[in-house]
């Protein structure tokens, strides 16, 4: 079965910067595209990025406005997210999720195309 673990969240000041971690164990990594949601308060689950089984292609949620970088390492089995110059609207519940589907068709956004889930790691940028 497959686990993931979030790490890396925290408090931060708008304007900073975060990166957060997400371990991966039970499976063959590479199998596995993953990607990063978030959910703020009283919001919907929306996505933020994904990247490919490979590390090889990377979508990310036009409202990011190029202020996150997804990244994986295979040989560590973590997936990760930068994020900069965040804002208070980047306040949310921030998980990552695993799926065998991959990330090249446009359904790569909605939750019912990933397997696993963890946990969640709060994040709050203060104005």
């Known amino acids: 079965q497959v686990q993931l673990v979030e790490s890396g969240g925290g408090l931060v000041q708008a304007g900073g910067s975060l990166r957060l971690s997400c371990a991966f164990s039970?499976?063959?990594?590479?199998?596995?595209?993953m990607a990063w949601f978030r959910q703020a308060p009283e919001k919907e689950r929306e996505v933020v990025a994904g990247i490919s089984g490979t590390g090889g292609k990377r979508n990310y949620a036009d409202s990011l406005e190029g202020r996150f970088t997804i990244s994986r390492d295979n040989a560590k089995n973590t997936v990760y997210l930068q994020m900069n110059s965040l804002k208070p609207e980047d306040t949310a519940v921030y998980y990552c999720a695993a799926s065998r589907k991959g990330i090249t068709t446009p359904t790569w956004t909605l939750e019912k195309e990933y397997d696993y889930w963890g946990q969640g790691t709060q994040v709050t940028v203060s104005s």
């Open positions: 039970g499976r063959t990594f590479m199998m596995y595209a």
